[in-house]
C-alpha cells in the first residue's frame, strides 16, 4: 500500500470508487444495459423479421409474375386457337356456301335444258300437226282435182320427203 500512498493515492478511497463503481455498474446494467440490450434484440429480431417478410414478398412477387406471365401465353394460345378454328369455320363456310351456289347453277342448267327439251318437243309436235294438217289439206286439193294415179303418188312422195327433212 505504502507504493499507492508514494503515488498519491489514498487506499481507503480507491476502494470506496471501486466499490461505488461496482454498484453503479451494477444498477447500469440491471436497470440500463439490460432494457438496451433487450432494445437491440428486439430491433434486430424486427430487422431480421422484416427482412424475411421482404424476401417472401419478394418470392410471392416472382411467383405471380410467371403465372401471370404463364396466363398470357396461355390466353395467347387460347386467341390464337380460337381466331384459327374461326378462319377454319370460315373457309369451310365459304366452301359449303360454293358448293350451294354450283349445285343450284347446276339444277337451274338442268331444269332450262329439260325445259329446252320440252320446248322443242311441243315445237316438233306442232310442226307434225301442221304437216298433217297439210297433208290432209294436199290430199283433199288432190281428190278434188282429177290428177292420175302416177301423178298423185310422186306429189305425196315428194311431200314425205319435204316432210321427213322438217324434222
Known amino acids: 500500500m505504502e507504493f ?3 503515488l498519491g493515492v489514498d487506499a481507503r478511497l480507491l476502494i470506496i470508487q471501486a466499490a461505488g463503481f ?8 440491471k436497470y440500463l444495459f439490460d432494457n438496451v440490450l433487450d432494445a437491440i434484440k428486439a430491433r434486430k429480431e424486427e430487422v431480421q423479421e422484416t427482412y424475411r417478410k421482404s ?5 410471392e412477387a416472382a411467383n ?3 403465372q401471370y406471365e404463364r396466363k398470357v401465353t396461355e390466353t395467347e394460345e387460347e386467341a390464337e386457337e380460337k381466331l384459327t378454328a374461326a378462319v377454319q369455320e ?3 363456310l365459304h366452301e359449303e356456301i360454293l358448293e350451294e351456289g354450283r349445285q343450284e347453277a ?6 332450262a335444258h329439260e325445259t329446252a327439251e320440252i320446248e322443242r318437243k ?10 298433217v294438217g297439210l297433208s290432209i289439206l294436199a290430199t ?5 282435182q282429177s290428177i292420175t294415179k302416177d301423178k298423185a303418188e310422186k306429189l305425196i312422195d315428194e311431200f314425205i320427203k319435204e316432210a321427213e327433212g322438217l324434222k
Open 4 to 6: 499507492l500512498k508514494a
Open 22 to 29: 461496482l454498484i453503479l455498474l451494477y444498477i447500469l446494467r
Open 122 to 131: 311441243k315445237a316438233a309436235a306442232e310442226i307434225r300437226d301442221q304437216v
Open 140 to 144: 283433199e286439193k288432190l281428190i278434188q
Open 64 to 66: 405471380l409474375k410467371v
Open 106 to 111: 347446276e339444277t337451274i342448267k338442268q331444269k
Open 55 to 59: 424476401e417472401q414478398i419478394n418470392e
Open 90 to 92: 370460315a373457309k369451310a
